[in-house]
T-cell receptor, first 117, second 109 residues
């Protein structure tokens, strides 16, 4: 299957700082990328959907000024957690789809475990 | 609203067969996916169904009935490594993936 690379795999940062997470589709063009957050023992929670070249669509309750998403090219999307706080500590996962076909599955990155201290 | 239902947790014995059900109510339907997720890892794709019927892939099979809004994932010859969460997701009319909460499968020796 296609490969989605997410970086970094884990990061520890101080409260109040910002953290950028990258998501790259390595062998296909990702017209749509999704960002998820997952707390321990809970399911994936969609944060936002981004289409290349346009503003991201955020889910209800997700602060767009805190979680900045950029999808500048067909192979790269970034999520920046601004002014991070301990409650932002979570597992962040990106996925990418080429929605040229209805049956295209979502390919997931490896996930980023963020710990804010 | 859009809704995906699947059991929270199931337990099965090594070597046995287990069926994980998923029912859905979505605005439009463009296919149903099953993913496996081990703790602390990203989900991995297992199967895709868009037409009614059974899709078999090794020890795993997935079934779909669009008229009933129902799918199941069938796991045969269970192995300890199959202990994981199994996520059902439906692609709606906008190709957005709607996720179920996942079923935690516990395999006992």
């Amino acid at each position: 299957g296609a490969v989605v690379s997410q970086h970094p795999s884990w990061v520890i940062c101080k409260s109040g700082t910002s953290v950028k997470i990258e998501c790259r589709s390595l062998d296909f063009q990702a017209t749509t990328m999704f960002w998820y957050r997952q707390f321990p023992k809970q399911s994936l929670m969609l944060m936002a959907t981004s289409n290349e070249g346009s503003k991201a669509t955020y889910e209800q309750g997700v602060e767009k000024d805190k979680f900045l998403i950029n999808h500048a090219s067909l192979t790269l999307s970034t999520l920046t957690v601004t002014s991070a706080h301990p409650e932002d500590s979570s597992f962040y996962i990106c996925s990418a789809r080429d929605v040229g076909g209805a049956e295209t599955e979502a390919f997931f990155g490896q996930g980023t475990r963020l710990t804010v201290v | 609203g859009q809704n995906i239902d699947q059991p929270t947790e199931m337990t099965a014995t090594e070597g046995a067969i287990v069926q994980i059900n998923c029912t859905y109510q979505t605005s439009g339907f463009n296919g149903l996916f099953w993913y496996q997720q081990h703790a602390g890892e990203a989900p991995t794709f297992l199967s895709y169904n868009v037409l009614d019927g059974l899709e078999e892939k090794g020890r795993f099979s997935s079934f779909l009935s669009r008229s009933k809004g129902y799918s199941y994932l069938l796991l045969k010859e269970l192995q300890m490594k199959d202990s994981a969460s199994y996520l059902c997701a439906v692609s709606d009319s906008n190709y957005q993936l709607i996720w179920g909460a996942g079923t935690k499968l516990i395999i006992k020796p």
